[in-house]
């Protein structure tokens, strides 16, 4: 039914553009809020594609909007650019290699997943205006999902406030609906100050900071014991006082990340998270200073637009990759481990297939599976409005997330079909979405029936802002 979707032809007819975008964006790695040349190439193909567009959104200058119709309700296609740092890679090789010393790289695909967005609201802009529906399609170029939280800060600046429904996507090494299954999550940094002292003639005078953080650590530790089982907490150390052993340290600093399955069992967490801090800080005669960075909640499942999605991909079938993508998949799949390729299965809730390179199939939905055990800040919109994504396959089966790997495979012919696909998918969603007004209206109920269960309160505090960071001088 829906290989004769009336969004597909409009797919096509953009397709080589966004592709472009695609890899132009890769070979500009930008890490959280410095994402200044990715948002200026995706704000350039919006006002080419003849959009109205809103720069800076929720004061952030990497966050763009475009909105395209008029009328009717009001459906968001939500985009991704960030990099991750020290993962620069050469593409279409089954190697490490760096690009750069050191560099970023797309290690989790969102040259990609912003670039199929934007392909989709492309293709839904053309679509209204052919087919003379009322109703706005908005592109939303989203900055700093790795780590920063921006979608969370925009969601508490009001800017999803008129919108009816939002769909995303994300790539990775199965086609499925992305399950409604991910961690609340704060990072914090915690500031030891102390006293500095000859760490030899004067040590009694002293009062050490990294004494404090290592405190502080063992004591989170011991707390690991007596915390749900799907809670996660990592720590990082920022500042460790200094090189010279000879010198109390006067001042270290350590960032910690805390998650949970729920916003309530993860504020409960980072509360036990400061108690230790305070009492590492009152152990070693120092004092302690908590800073919330930023902060994102759990996903919240929508059942009326899972299933539409999930009908969408059962129309649409499997991705047609050919023998040259597998056989680059191969490559890489020779670069894990067999626990990396059965954990692929295992999270999409499928069994194991042998000799499989990629999935060219569309995995059943599983309302208890297909998620994750990290942390996104959809989350923050699925709670501000009703929400959907996709999972699409771009990599390797078994490819794991946060690698060179995925850096890779990131300009791959398969990757660009994946990237397609993921466009159809949200094109013709969003599609039944402006068609249908009882779908519209079934998911807004529950969106609604979920919100009178539990509320949403934005984990991020009031007086924490965005660690924006500067413009790059011009070259």
Not at 122 to 139: H, I, N, S, T
Not at 192 to 218: C, I, K, Q, Y
Not at 365 to 389: E, F, I, L, Y
Request: proline content about 6%; some cysteine.
């Amino acid at each position: 039914m829906q290989n004769t979707d009336p969004i597909l032809p409009h797919i096509d007819s953009h397709r080589d553009d966004l592709v472009v975008l695609s890899d132009n964006v890769w070979s500009m790695p930008e890490t959280l809020y410095a994402e200044y040349r990715s948002c200026a190439e995706h704000t350039s193909v919006l006002r080419a594609k003849g959009f109205r567009v809103t720069e800076e959104l929720a004061g952030i200058p990497t966050a763009v909007m475009g909105e395209a119709g008029e009328g009717g309700p009001v459906i968001a296609i939500l985009g991704e650019y960030d990099a991750l740092p020290g993962l620069s890679q050469e593409a279409n090789i089954a190697e490490p290699k760096e690009l750069v010393s050191g560099g970023a790289g797309h290690g989790c695909g969102h040259n990609l997943l912003g670039s199929a967005a934007l392909l989709a609201a492309c293709a839904l802009k053309d679509w209204l205006e052919q087919a003379g529906v009322p109703g706005r399609v908005r592109y939303y170029g989203c900055p700093a999902e790795e780590g920063g939280a921006a979608k969370a800060f925009m969601v508490r600046d009001g800017c999803f406030e008129d919108v009816d429904a939002a769909v995303s996507w994300h790539p990775g090494g199965m086609t499925q609906i992305f399950g409604a299954h991910s961690l609340a999550n704060t990072r914090i940094d915690f500031t030891f100050t102390g006293r500095t002292s000859h760490a030899a003639a004067s040590p009694h005078l002293g009062r050490s900071a990294l004494d404090a953080v290592e405190l502080m650590n063992v004591g989170v530790n011991y707390m690991r014991e007596h915390m749900p089982s799907s809670a996660r907490i990592h720590y990082a150390y920022l500042d460790a006082g200094g090189i010279a052993p000879n010198v109390v340290q006067g001042t270290a600093k350590v960032r910690y990340a805390v998650r949970a399955a729920d916003l309530p069992g993860m504020l409960a967490l980072v509360e036990r998270v400061k108690k230790i801090a305070q009492g590492a800080a009152l152990m070693t005669e120092t004092t302690v200073r908590p800073q919330v960075i930023s902060a994102v909640s759990n996903l919240l499942a929508n059942t009326p637009l899972e299933e539409a999605m999930q009908t969408v991909m059962d129309g649409l079938g499997g991705i047609a990759f050919d023998d040259a993508d597998r056989a680059y998949a191969r490559q890489i799949q020779a670069t894990l481990s067999a626990d990396d390729i059965a954990s692929s299965y295992q999270r999409a809730g499928i069994e194991p297939r042998t000799g499989e390179a990629l999935c060219d199939y569309v995995v059943p939905h599983n309302p208890r599976g297909g998620g994750m055990m990290g942390s996104t800040d959809v989350a923050d919109v699925s709670w501000a409005v009703p929400t959907v994504q996709a999972r699409v396959a771009t990599v390797a089966i078994g490819t794991p997330g946060h690698t060179w790997q995925i850096t890779a495979q990131g300009k791959a012919p398969a990757a660009h079909k994946g990237m397609t696909y993921a466009a159809q998918v949200m094109g013709a969603t969003a599609r039944m979405l402006f068609s249908d007004e009882v779908l519209l209206a079934r998911a807004k109920k529950d969106h609604r029936d979920r919100l009178e269960r539990q509320p949403y309160i934005c984990p991020i505090p009031d007086d924490v802002t965005p660690p924006l960071q500067p413009r790059p001088a011009a070259e």
